[in-house]
C-alpha cells in the first residue's frame, strides 16, 4: 500500500471480490484514538453478501498481549479494539473468544465485551437446555456477567493479538510483546467457551450448537 495513502484520512481502492469477482469498494477511513495512536478502519461490502472489515493499529504491529483487572464502574469503560485476529479471554470464567473467518472488527469498551459474550450465551443455552449441566453451566456464566456488569466481581479480561492490531487502552492495562511461540498458538477459528469439560461453540455464522452436536 503507497504510505502517501495512509497520510490522507479517508480514501477507498478497489479490488475484485473473493466470492464473485465483482468489483468491490473498500474503504479507509483513519481516526487517532487518545493514549494509544493512529488506526485504520477498513471496511468492504458486496452485493453477493461478502463483507469484511478490520481496525489496523499503524503504531504498532509486534504480536501483543493486553492484560487488564475489573475492578471497578471505571474498568468497564476501557476501551477495547478487537481486529479480526484478536483473541479476548476471561480466565475466570472459562471464556475464550476466538477469531473467525467472516468475524468483524470492532471497538468498544469492557462492558461492550461483556455484553456480546452474553447474547452469545443466551443464544448457546436455547441449544443445550435438554442438557441439565451445559445450561446449568450457561446461567452460571450470564450470572457471573450481570455480577461483573453491576460492579459485584471482579475478573481479568486479557487481549492477545499475533499481528499487533487488537489492544485494551486503559492506565491499567498491562501490555507484554508476545514470543514467537506464543504468538504461534493462537488459533482463529470459533467463540469457543471451555466451561470446566461442559463446553458450548459458536460458529462464525452464528449457528450455535453444543460441542460434539449433530
Known amino acids: 500500500m503507497n504510505q502517501d495513502h495512509f497520510k490522507r484520512e479517508?480514501?477507498?481502492?478497489?479490488i475484485s471480490c473473493p466470492l464473485c469477482q465483482s468489483d468491490l469498494?473498500?474503504?479507509?477511513q483513519r481516526d487517532n484514538i487518545p493514549y494509544?495512536?493512529?488506526?485504520m478502519y477498513i471496511t468492504a461490502r458486496c452485493q453477493c453478501?461478502?463483507?469484511f472489515a478490520d481496525t489496523m493499529i499503524l503504531s504498532s504491529?509486534?504480536?501483543m498481549r493486553y492484560k487488564l483487572s475489573v475492578e471497578s464502574p471505571e474498568d468497564l469503560e476501557a476501551r477495547v479494539i478487537r481486529s479480526?485476529?484478536?483473541t479476548?479471554?476471561?480466565?475466570?470464567?472459562?471464556?475464550?473468544?476466538?477469531?473467525?473467518?467472516?468475524?468483524?472488527?470492532?471497538i468498544t469498551n469492557i462492558e461492550g465485551v461483556l455484553q456480546r459474550v452474553q447474547k452469545v450465551l443466551m443464544t448457546a443455552?436455547?441449544?443445550?437446555?435438554?442438557d441439565e449441566e451445559k445450561f446449568a453451566r450457561s446461567q452460571e456464566l450470564l450470572c457471573m456477567l450481570d455480577e461483573v456488569i453491576e460492579g459485584k466481581r471482579t475478573i481479568t479480561v486479557i487481549v492477545e493479538d499475533p499481528l499487533g492490531n487488537s489492544a485494551i487502552i486503559s492506565k491499567k492495562a498491562v501490555a507484554t510483546k508476545l514470543s514467537k511461540e506464543e504468538a504461534e498458538k493462537l488459533n482463529t477459528g470459533m467463540i469457543v467457551f471451555d466451561v470446566d469439560k461442559s463446553e458450548l461453540e459458536h460458529d462464525v455464522s452464528d449457528n450455535v450448537k453444543p460441542l460434539g452436536g449433530d
Open 10 to 14: 479517508n480514501f477507498e481502492t478497489r
Open 25 to 28: 469498494v473498500m474503504k479507509w
Open 36 to 39: 494509544f495512536g493512529e488506526v
Open 49 to 51: 453478501s461478502f463483507r
Open 61 to 63: 504491529k509486534e504480536p
Open 84 to 86: 479480526t485476529s484478536g
Open 88 to 106: 479476548i479471554r476471561i480466565p475466570e470464567m472459562g471464556i475464550i473468544v476466538e477469531p473467525g473467518t467472516v468475524s468483524d472488527s470492532y
Open 125 to 130: 443455552s436455547k441449544w443445550v437446555q435438554e
